[in-house]
């Protein structure tokens, strides 16, 4: 079956995250540009906070993250979250989609497990440790199965910080 091409691909991604969010009462839309720092903005209704999203959208098995190579981890300016949207091209012109919510503190989890489980096969082939600023990360579809449509994370972040707003105005 044909692919979707790249461009395309993660355009789809991108805008499907933002329906599913919308759909469920957040407001969310993709940000534009060839050096933008994410790609959605969830804004919550009394427009007084964003939450900055993360979507990678892949047509295998895997999600190419490069959490090492952007040094992630530990960056004040990473995501708050990352959707990992899977879409296959069935026969018929159908597709099947997944989605896989994860804060970033989930994903950087996920990806240092995938990471310590290539270093160590790394290390018994070449006697010395895989250099991570190189390469490309990614995380297997088997590493992310449990955060499979867990959008309450990004909701219940929004219903949280709305319910504290009533709280300090009725006082």
């Not at 209704?45 to 895997?62: C, F, M, P, W, Y």
């Not at 190189?134 to 909701?155: A, M, P, Q, R, T």
Request: hydrophobic share 35%; aromatic share 12%; proline share 2%.
């Amino acid at each position: 079956m044909e692919k979707i091409p790249s461009y395309l691909l993660n355009l789809a991604g991108e805008y499907r995250v933002c329906s599913e969010l919308n759909k469920r009462g957040v407001f969310a839309t993709v940000t534009y540009g060839n050096h933008k720092g994410v790609d959605v903005y969830a804004i919550s209704d009394r427009q007084e906070r964003a939450l900055r999203i993360e979507v990678k959208t892949s047509q295998q098995g895997n999600f190419v993250t490069k959490i090492s190579q952007k040094r992630l981890a530990k960056n004040p300016t990473a995501p708050d979250f990352w959707v990992l949207f899977q879409i296959i091209r069935n026969g018929d012109e159908s597709f099947t989609e997944r989605f896989f919510v994860l804060s970033n503190k989930d994903i950087c989890s996920v990806q240092a497990a995938r990471n310590r489980k290539y270093a160590k096969g790394y290390f018994a082939r070449h006697k010395c440790k895989p250099d991570f600023t190189k390469g490309v990360d990614n995380v297997k579809l088997s590493d992310v199965l449990k955060y499979e449509d867990d959008w309450s994370k990004i909701v219940q972040r929004f219903s949280r910080a709305e319910r504290a707003h009533r709280v300090r105005a009725s006082r």
